[in-house]
Nanobody, 128 residues
Framework: QVQLQESGGGSVQAGGSLRLSCAGS????????MGWFRQAPGKEREPVAT????????YYADSVKGRFTISQDNDKDTLYLQMNSLKSEDTAMYFC?????????????????????WGQGTQVTVSS
């Protein structure tokens, strides 16, 4: 079973940057889907950015395009989310997830990972 651990969250002023990390994100050998989701109080969990390892294809929510970058360090089994130009509306709990979804689903914006492959989350708070 994959065990994921997010880190890097914190409090930052609007316009600032944070880099989230997700350790233990290697699912298996071969291609798989990994990504970041967030959930703000009173709202549903939503995808932020996803990456399909086989092709490197990515998906970004419209609200974060041009500001966030998802990347993977294979050697360290770590997934990253670089977040720049943060806004108050980015405030949420951020989660990473991984599972063997195919590329078409992984980068569609509708990928819903298996419940077994989620981290515990890291809080990001952006003050204006």
């Amino acid at each position: 079973q994959v065990q994921l651990q997010e880190s890097g969250g914190g409090s930052v002023q609007a316009g600032g940057s944070l880099r989230l990390s997700c350790a233990g994100s290697r699912y298996a050998y071969g291609s798989y889907c990994m990504g970041w989701f967030r959930q703000a109080p009173g709202k549903e969990r939503e995808p932020v950015a996803t990456l399909y390892t086989g092709s490197g294809s990515t998906y970004y929510a419209d609200s974060v395009k041009g500001r966030f970058t998802i990347s993977q360090d294979n050697d360290k089994d770590t997934l990253y989310l670089q977040m720049n130009s943060l806004k108050s509306e980015d405030t949420a709990m951020y989660f990473c997830a991984v599972d063997p979804a195919p590329s078409s689903l992984c980068t569609s914006g509708t990928w819903s990972p298996s419940r077994d492959y989620w981290g515990q989350g890291t809080q990001v708070t952006v003050s204006s």
